[in-house]
């Protein structure tokens, strides 16, 4: 599967922002997708994941009830609605898939296999 993210741009503190990420290929239902973020001089870091199938969703600590993730199967396309950004949500954030991929595994990169190219998001103070 190939995928793609977009949305990203310079926000306010306070804004919100809606990232995108489309997938083409056979499947996609199979996949579990996430979404991580990279800060300047930062490790990536799990931002949130949406299960293959059901679609059960996790969240980032930091999240707190802030981003929200959806998926849309028919269209291949997984959502990413962050609202009240701050500074700190400064980062590239990727997209990333694997298949058949378990909850207690979504939130380390190591097992995505399929990557994003990446969309900046910047927020500003």
């Known amino acids: 599967v190939q995928l793609q993210a977009c949305g990203g741009g310079l926000v306010q503190a306070g804004g919100s922002r809606r990232l995108s990420c489309s997938a083409s290929?056979?499947?996609?239902?199979?996949?579990?997708v996430a979404w991580f973020r990279r800060a300047p001089g930062k490790a990536r870091e799990f931002v949130s994941a949406?299960?293959?199938?059901?679609?059960?969703?996790y969240y980032g600590d930091f999240v707190k009830g802030r981003f929200t993730i959806s998926r849309d199967n028919d269209k291949k396309l997984v959502y990413l609605q962050m609202n009240s950004l701050q500074p700190e949500d400064t980062a590239v954030y990727y997209c990333?898939?694997?298949?058949?991929?378990?909850?207690?595994?979504?939130?380390?990169?190591?097992?995505?296999?399929?990557w994003g190219q990446g969309t900046q998001v910047t927020v500003s103070s």
């Open positions: 990333a898939a694997a298949s058949f991929l378990h909850g207690d595994y979504y939130s380390a990169d190591r097992y995505y296999n399929f």
């Open positions: 290929g056979r499947g996609f239902i199979n996949y579990t």
């Open positions: 949406v299960k293959y199938g059901v679609g059960t969703t």
